[in-house]
Nanobody, 125 residues
């Protein structure tokens, strides 16, 4: 019943910007923690950014700090990832994630119970 759907991916030149969106449906309660991950072929899934929807506290991976910004509204039912100064190494499938339960750090994939299907981001040099 719960579904997360990403949008906003595409192809962009190095140095460009994109904004990804994630919409949650099928639930009536607040999502306490929402995040963005990415995975490139042959590599492990990488946590990029997370935000607690009650306090606004954010966490970022070093690889995207200062370039990416996560935000949310409607109790975590809508999540954004603003990406700037994109690099070819940012090319990956990007996923949004959410959850009210779990263990581990906020950029650890096992922390989350809900996942979207992903949106592709391709950055050319």
């Amino acid at each position: 019943q719960v579904q997360l759907v990403e949008s906003g991916g595409g192809s962009v030149q190095a140095g460009g910007s994109l904004r990804l969106s994630c919409a949650a449906s099928g639930l009536n309660y607040r999502l306490m923690l929402v995040a963005w991950f990415r995975q490139a072929p042959g590599k492990e899934r990488e946590g990029l950014a997370a935000v607690w929807t009650d306090t606004g506290s954010t966490s970022y991976a070093d690889s995207v700090k200062g370039r990416f910004t996560i935000s949310q509204e409607n109790g975590g039912h809508t999540v954004y990832l603003q990406m700037s100064s994109l690099k070819p190494e940012d090319t990956a499938m990007y996923y949004c994630a959410a959850g009210n339960r779990g263990v581990g750090g906020v950029l650890t994939e096992n922390r989350y119970g809900f996942w979207g299907q992903g949106t592709q981001v391709t950055v050319s040099s």
